[in-house]
């Protein structure tokens, strides 16, 4: 079992920036880790993913403008977020997918993150 936590959610104008942070319970480092968000009324999305190998994906909105990374010494992954869209206003999970598994099966309870426009 990983238990995730973010934090670093908050209320930004369009254009700033913002980092999101997960923590984990344990070693991630055989976890595929990624950023999902939810906007009301819109399905959840996936943002951005790093897998253990160390590939990365984005979804096309964010390209250029968010950076996904990984600590696993310290099991954190961060989720660095660069030129707010209102667009962007979602909450945001972090979730982890064991190794060979095809569904990300932990989640964080969320983190709120609302771009002003």
């Known amino acids: 079992q990983v238990q995730l936590v973010e934090s670093g959610g908050g209320l930004v104008q369009a254009g700033g920036s913002l980092k999101l942070s997960c923590i984990a319970s344990?070693?991630?480092?055989?976890?595929?880790m990624g950023w999902y968000r939810q906007a009301p009324g819109k399905q959840r999305e996936l943002v951005a993913a790093l897998f253990s190998g160390g590939s990365r994906i984005y979804a096309d909105s964010v390209k250029g403008r968010f950076l996904i990374s990984r600590d696993n010494a310290k099991n954190t992954v961060d989720l660095q977020m660069n030129s707010l869209k209102p667009d962007d206003t979602a909450v945001y999970y972090c979730?982890?997918?064991?190794?060979?598994?095809?569904?990300?099966?932990?989640w964080g309870q969320g983190t709120q993150v609302t771009v002003s426009s």
């Open positions: 979730s982890a997918r064991a190794l060979f598994q095809t569904a990300w099966t932990y």
């Open positions: 344990g070693t991630i480092v055989s976890f595929d």
